[in-house]
């Protein structure tokens, strides 16, 4: 343990009262860090830099946070783990379960060019959100459906227009009647115009789209792309141009 560090601290418990530098332990416990703190656990009130652990914990982060769980009063920055929450969360959120107290909650549903159908429960930041989606091709519902997750930001110029950024993961999966289940990664990059009508938006956009299927043969059991778009039918991963329109609250 020791007052202050200005440099380097590396041992098995590292306690500070403030980091300038690097603090390397299994456990980091400090009052303030500016620069990285690196451990299994981490605990900091404040932080200026990268805290990077199993699990972090901090009163204020203004940087980045990568663990398995991540928790903070109030995030700047990036947060990047399975499960990152916090009370005031105004940063770029990747995991599996992102939320923050000021985040707000809402709904989109669209269709795409490919015959799918997507809802997500949408939760905002003031320049973020992320998506936790549930996606159908419309014609069989039934046996061809799935699940994904989605990260983004937002733009706002005005107060009716809004231009959203966002990257989609979705797993698909065919149920046949008959034969084996077939599944696909599917992931998409887009980019889209929002119009506010009262508390309503319509929006649509343009996409790019990369299917990675389990078994490259009859892809249409899993997404029928419309026509103009020929792949070789051993072709395991399908990239394509997509365009798509939805309403969101």
């Given at each position: 343990a020791t007052g202050n560090v200005n440099g380097l601290q590396s041992t098995v418990v590292g306690w500070a009262g403030g980091v300038r530098g690097a603090q390397l332990a299994v456990v980091n416990i400090a009052g303030s860090v500016t620069g990285v703190q690196a451990g299994v656990v981490n605990l900091a009130r404040s932080?200026?830099?990268?805290?990077?652990?199993?699990?972090?914990?901090?009163?204020?982060?203004?940087?980045?946070?990568?663990?398995?769980?991540?928790?903070?009063?109030?995030?700047?920055?990036?947060?990047?783990?399975?499960?990152?929450?916090?009370?005031?969360?105004d940063g770029l959120p990747l995991g599996v379960v992102s939320l923050g107290l000021n985040m707000r909650p809402g709904v989109d549903a669209w269709m795409e060019e490919s015959g799918w159908g997507t809802a997500a429960l949408r939760f905002d930041a003031s320049r973020f959100h992320v998506k936790y989606a549930a996606t159908a091709n419309v014609t069989d519902p039934v046996h061809r459906f799935g699940g994904g997750l989605g990260f983004g930001a937002h733009w706002k110029p005005d107060s009716i227009w809004k231009?959203?950024?966002?990257?989609?993961?979705?797993?698909?999966?065919?149920?046949?009647?008959?034969?084996?289940?077939?599944?696909?990664q599917w992931n998409q990059v887009s980019v889209s115009v929002h119009r506010g009508i009262g508390p309503s938006r319509l929006f649509a956009g343009l996409s790019y789209n990369v299917l990675v299927l389990d078994r490259a043969d009859d892809a249409n059991r899993l997404l029928n792309l419309p026509g103009a778009y020929q792949f070789d039918a051993g072709d395991h991963v399908r990239m394509w141009p997509g365009v798509f329109a939805g309403i969101g609250f």
């Open positions: 932080v200026r830099g990268t805290q990077m652990g199993v699990v972090n914990l901090a009163a204020m982060a203004k940087g980045a946070q990568i663990g398995v769980l991540n928790l903070a009063d109030t995030l700047r920055g990036a947060v990047i783990g399975v499960v990152n929450l916090a009370r005031d969360l231009i959203h950024a966002d990257l989609l993961a979705r797993q698909i999966l065919n149920l046949p009647k008959i034969g084996r289940l077939r599944t696909a």
